[in-house]
């Protein structure tokens, strides 16, 4: 505009004014109509011409709380126009009169300074009595406006940021989206209640505006487009679901990583039987994920790589090789380790943390896009997706489990079987694979396949528990191995433990007490310090009642309707009620009652288990929490001075010096 390349503007113009919510482009919109309409060459014909662009962003913008700059633009147009005659007059106070009425049931955020200017121009313009009546017509409204306006500001507490917030919810440090995604919310609570009593349509219109502005101040943030999206279909239109569509596409090349848009997406086309376009959507998501996996790997492998050639690191010997006979120069096999600094250790874990987080994410937009497939064009188009599992090697046990599911749910028992026998070529030692495995075999009821499976899978575990166990011994391990080793662990004697006791429940409820007591006892060979109470307990519950809790040890909270799994009483994840202490060494408590609770990621699929075994009761100063901490420690060889060692052994004498465990004595 300040070089006169009008062309340039207008093509500007045409690409924003019509998604735009902004109170400023609207009005630097009317100032480009007036530049190039003078009122005063141009006559009636650019007043009209500017009378229009001024409804336009009135109708657009106009019930903004900050649109009160653009309304005084407004009305002072029209006041500055010079009538040529008493009829022209009569016509400018009418429209000025009309635009009073139609500004003032508004409220924006300096209406009572319109109120003001209006009063004081009504009473200039009209004879008295007719002044008092057109102001007394209007005051009603006007009132209803300002105290909607004093509600606004005491829900919002004044806090809404009225300029783009350029963060997501996961780059956030300051907290800074949450509050502002609450305030948004607060606001379209107070326009749901309707105390401007507006006509559905107006009331609908206003709404749709708020959500509006909450897209575009906050557009990182894939909630508030979810939510506008769901207010939009509630008006059941047919044009509107395509609407959404196309905002969602926006949306998307925002946020082109959020799973909740791409599912939203992906369902509203599905409904609209465009399914290839609903499978085009998470083909996006799988591309943006797979090439952040390989983004994080290639960190990882820049790092290693670098620790090899000595740049980060240094390679030491092991202190067996140091002590070893100068005479014997038989080679052996020598475990390495690196001395690594400790920010490196730190970075090299957080990115492993988050390669195991994608891996998980891309298996879970492979799983929903074969049930889509499944929904909406067969078993054919399944089997096409599940081929596509080689295009990504760390492709999740998930998958496997899920399109076996489906193929038995599409009476194809046989390839259901196969699919399982091709996975246990990979997950034959992943215990969270090897129990959906025991969980489709009890499905199908397949007995004799179900006694040799377990046997299979007990034996797999132990094997990989015993080696956990030994490699932890090593004191040459480093500190990444260390940590993955000691993961792989308790994920394993996690996993056995809900084996075992899912084959205690089948064989107690469907086979014979023989069967039962011989896996109650080899459980208890595995897990010594198991309560045998416990484990004779969890076989007699049902749903969310624990009888033997409540009724013989005094538990009052023992009935927790909803918490249990259906069917299962070994319940792993759930959280189990309170109960009594007793004498035993393993008591009937939350801790030992066989229900640790297992995270989950955001992408809904279970992670490995966090809580800890409990460690055996010692006694003296030492207790389980101090037990378990130094269990998970790393090796002493990484604890000395700095800068040679990766823990300051001094800080950390002092910081555990002054650290209070609850429970301990």
């Known amino acids: 505009m300040n070089r006169g390349d009008f062309a ?13 919510t902004d109170v400023d482009i609207c009005r630097t919109y009317v100032l480009y109509v007036r530049r190039v309409n003078d009122v005063i060459t141009g006559g009636e014909k650019a007043r009209s011409t500017v009378v229009l662009a001024f409804d336009f962003a009135a109708n657009k913008v106009g019930v903004d709380l900050e649109s009160h700059d653009l309304w005084k633009d407004y009305l002072d147009f029209f006041k500055s126009w010079t009538p040529s005659s008493s009829w022209e007059q009569q016509q400018k106070n009418d429209l000025i009169r009309k635009l009073y009425r139609r500004c ?33 017509d209007l005051s009603t409204s006007y009132m209803e406006a300002r105290s909607w306006n004093t509600e606004w500001h005491n829900v919002t507490n004044n806090s809404l940021r009225r300029k783009l917030v350029p963060y997501s919810p996961l780059n956030d440090k300051t907290n800074v989206i949450d509050d502002q995604v609450s305030v948004w919310y607060r606001w379209i609570d107070l326009e749901k209640k309707n105390n401007l009593k507006l006509q559905p349509q107006e009331l609908q219109n206003r709404l749709e505006y708020v959500y509006k502005r909450a897209t575009s101040l906050l557009p990182f943030v894939p909630e508030m487009w979810f939510r506008y999206v769901q207010f939009l279909l509630q008006q059941n239109h047919d044009a509107k679901r395509v609407a959404c569509i196309e905002l969602l596409s926006d949306a998307l090349v925002l946020n082109p990583e959020s799973y909740l848009l791409t599912f939203q997406q992906a369902e509203l086309l599905e409904r609209e039987h465009a399914f290839g376009k609903a499978q085009q959507c998470f083909d996006n998501l799988i591309k943006v994920l797979t090439e952040k996996h390989a983004s994080v790997q290639g960190e990882i492998d820049q790092i290693k790589k670098a620790l090899t050639n000595s740049q980060v690191g240094k390679l030491v010997k092991s202190e067996a090789t140091e002590n070893k006979d100068a005479s014997d120069d038989e080679e052996e096999d020598i475990q390495p380790i690196f001395h690594l600094k400790e920010a490196d250790a730190l970075t090299i874990l957080k990115l492993e943390d988050k390669l195991l987080e994608l891996r998980k994410s891309v298996t879970l937009v492979y799983v929903k ?23 990504f090697k ?47 075999l009890v499905l199908t009821n397949a007995i004799e396949s179900l006694k040799v499976f377990f046997e299979v899978a007990v034996t797999n575990l132990l094997k990989e528990i015993t080696s956990d166990k030994e490699a932890l011994q090593v004191a040459t391990i480093n500190i990444l191995d260390q940590r993955t080793k000691l993961q792989l662990l308790k994920q394993n004697e996690f996993f056995l433990k809900k084996i075992v006791k899912r084959y205690i429940d089948f064989s107690s409820r469907f086979l014979d007490l023989d069967t039962v007591l011989s896996l109650q006892k080899r459980y208890i060979q595995y897990f010594p310090d198991c309560d045998e109470m416990v484990l004779f307990a969890d076989r007699y519950k049902l749903d969310g009642l624990d009888a033997i809790a409540k009724y013989d040890l005094g538990d009052k909270d023992a009935f927790t309707f909803g918490n249990e799994e259906e069917g299962d009483g070994f319940n792993e994840d759930s959280q189990p009620s309170k109960r009594r202490k007793t004498s035993s060494k393993d008591r009937y408590s939350p801790e030992s009652a066989g ?13 490995i288990p966090q809580k800890p075994e409990q460690g055996p009761q010692l006694h003296g100063f030492v207790g389980n929490k101090i037990y378990g901490m130094l269990q998970i420690l790393p090796n002493a060889g990484y604890f000395g001075p700095p800068p040679e060692h990766v823990f300051d052994s001094g800080k950390l004498v002092e910081l555990f010096a002054n650290v209070t465990l609850p429970g301990e004595n």
């Open 8 to 20: 340039r503007v207008e093509k500007l113009f045409a690409r924003c004014l019509p998604i735009t």
């Open 104 to 136: 003032l049931v508004i409220p924006t955020s300096k209406i009572e300074s319109i109120w003001s200017e209006y009063t004081k121009w009504e009473n200039d313009v009209s004879t008295p009595n007719s002044a008092s009546k057109f102001i007394a």
């Open 369 to 391: 896009l074969m049930g889509l497939c499944k929904r909406s064009q067969g078993i054919k188009e399944v089997r096409s997706v599940f081929k596509q599992r080689k295009n």
């Open 394 to 440: 760390e492709m999740g046990h998930e998958l496997y489990v899920e399109n076996a599911l489906i193929e038995f749910y599409s009476d194809n028992k046989k390839t259901a079987d196969k699919i399982f026998d091709l996975a246990m070529k990979s997950f034959a030692r992943n215990g969270a694979f090897l129990y959906s495995y025991l969980d489709y």
């Open 595 to 607: 229900s640790k609770r297992s995270t989950s990621t955001s992408n809904g699929l279970s992670s």
